[in-house]
C-alpha cells in the first residue's frame, strides 16, 4: 500500500458471506479504497470506487461500503465519506436533496408538473375511452347509487299534484320522443328540492329530476319547464355527465398517486351522487346542452327559445347573486342566450 494512502474513517468490516464484525479503518488513495483491520496487519478488502457499492446518505443512517469480493465496510462517519466522495467529484443525490431544500422544492413542482400534464392530456383520452366501454348497467348502478343518496340526503317527496306532474310528463315524453334514445331511454322523476331549491338535472343512464322549486318559479310555463327538460337530455345525449364522473375518478387517482391513500375515495366517487350534481358542466358541455334543447324544442312544436326565457326569468327573479344552485351550475350569461335565440332562429319558428 502506498505511503500517501490516507485514513478515511473507522468503522466496522464484514467479512464476505459472514455476519461477523470487527473493528477497521477505511483508507483512501486516489479512486481506490482499502479497509485495514484496527490490530493492524495488510489490508482485508480493497476496490476501485467504480467497482464498488457505496450506499446514499439518508438522515444518520450508517454507510455501507460494498467491496467485489463480497465483503462490507459499515461507518457512522457519514461526514468524512462525503468529504471524500466530493473530493472525487461525487457526492450524495438523497443527501443532496434532503439537505438543500430548494432542489427539494423543485423536485416537488416537477412532481407536481407532471401531474399536471397528465390531467391536461393522459386523463381526457381516458376518459373518452372510459365513456366508450362503459356499458348501460354501470350508468344504472351509477345513477341508481346517485338517487338513493340524494333521497336520503337531500329530497323530499314532491307535493305537486298528480295532475299537474301527469300534464308536465305528457308533455316531456312528447318532447322525448324526439331525442336519439326516444321516451323509452329517459325516466323523469319529481322531488321536493329542500334545501337544493330550484333545480334540475339528469344523470348518466337517463334519469331525470325535476324540483318542484323550479316549477313553481316559472309559474307553472310548461314550455319553460319542458326545455330545461329538454337542456338535461342533451347531458345526457353527449354523456356530459358521465365524463364528468371519469375526470372526478382521474382526478382522485392523481391525488392518490401524489399523497398516498385516500381511503375509499374511488367508491365514493361512483357511489355518492351528491358531489355529480353540484359539479359545473364546462362551458361547451352548456352549449352543446343549449342547442340540443332548442332543437328538440323545435321538432316537438314548442318554443325553441324556451331555455333562453328561463334564464332571463331565474335571473330576474333571483338576481346573479341569487341561491339558486340551478343558476350557480348552469350560469344563464346575456352571451349565451344570445346564442340560443341566434339558435332557435336557424331552426326555425316556434313560438313567441
Known amino acids: ?10 468503522g466496522r468490516w464484514h467479512p464476505p458471506g459472514s455476519s461477523r464484525a470487527e473493528p477497521a479503518i477505511l483508507l483512501g488513495e486516489g479512486k481506490t ?11 482485508v478488502s480493497v476496490g476501485d470506487m467504480a467497482r464498488m457499492e457505496i450506499s446514499a446518505r439518508v438522515g444518520r443512517i450508517p454507510r455501507r461500503i460494498s467491496f467485489v469480493d463480497g465483503s462490507l465496510f459499515e461507518t457512522e462517519d457519514n461526514d468524512a465519506v462525503d468529504l471524500w466522495l466530493k473530493r472525487q467529484g461525487k457526492s450524495g443525490f438523497v443527501h443532496e436533496l434532503e439537505r438543500f431544500h430548494p432542489r427539494l422544492l423543485a423536485f416537488v413542482l416537477a412532481v ?8 391536461r392530456y393522459a ?19 351509477m345513477a341508481s347509487g346517485t338517487l338513493l343518496s340524494l333521497d336520503q340526503a337531500v ?19 312528447g318532447m322525448a320522443d324526439h331525442a336519439s334514445r326516444g321516451r323509452a331511454g329517459y325516466n323523469l322523476n319529481f322531488r321536493h328540492g329542500g334545501v337544493i331549491g330550484p333545480n334540475a338535472f339528469a344523470l348518466p343512464d337517463g334519469t331525470l329530476v325535476i324540483t318542484d322549486e323550479l316549477i313553481e318559479l316559472v309559474d ?14 342533451g347531458h345526457v345525449e ?3 355527465s358521465l365524463r364528468q364522473l371519469y375526470r372526478a375518478a382521474g382526478m382522485a387517482g392523481l391525488i392518490m398517486l401524489i399523497a398516498g391513500d385516500v381511503g375509499a375515495a374511488g367508491e365514493d366517487i361512483l357511489t355518492n351522487g351528491a358531489a355529480l350534481m353540484t359539479l359545473s358542466h364546462s362551458r361547451d358541455a352548456e352549449s352543446e346542452a343549449d342547442r340540443i334543447s332548442v332543437e328538440l324544442m323545435a321538432k316537438a312544436g314548442r318554443d325553441p327559445r324556451a331555455i333562453g326565457k328561463f334564464f332571463a326569468q331565474l335571473e330576474e327573479k333571483l338576481g346573479t347573486g341569487g341561491d339558486s344552485s340551478f343558476l350557480s351550475t348552469h350560469p344563464g350569461t346575456a352571451e349565451r342566450r344570445k346564442a340560443i335565440d341566434d339558435h332557435a332562429r336557424s331552426v326555425g319558428s316556434g313560438g313567441s
Open 112 to 119: 407536481f408538473l407532471f401531474a399536471g400534464l397528465i390531467y
Open 1 to 10: 500500500m502506498a505511503s500517501d494512502t490516507k485514513p478515511i474513517a473507522s
Open 123 to 141: 386523463v381526457p383520452a381516458l376518459v373518452e375511452l372510459a365513456v366508450l366501454v362503459t356499458p348501460p348497467a354501470v350508468t344504472h348502478w
Open 238 to 240: 353527449r354523456d356530459h
Open 155 to 173: 329530497f323530499d317527496d314532491s307535493t305537486l299534484p298528480d295532475a299537474r306532474q301527469a300534464e308536465i310528463r305528457a308533455a316531456f315524453n
Open 33 to 43: 479504497l482499502y479497509v485495514r483491520l484496527a490490530a493492524g496487519g495488510d489490508p
Open 220 to 233: 307553472g310555463d310548461l314550455d319553460m319547464i319542458i326545455g330545461v327538460l329538454a337542456h338535461e337530455i
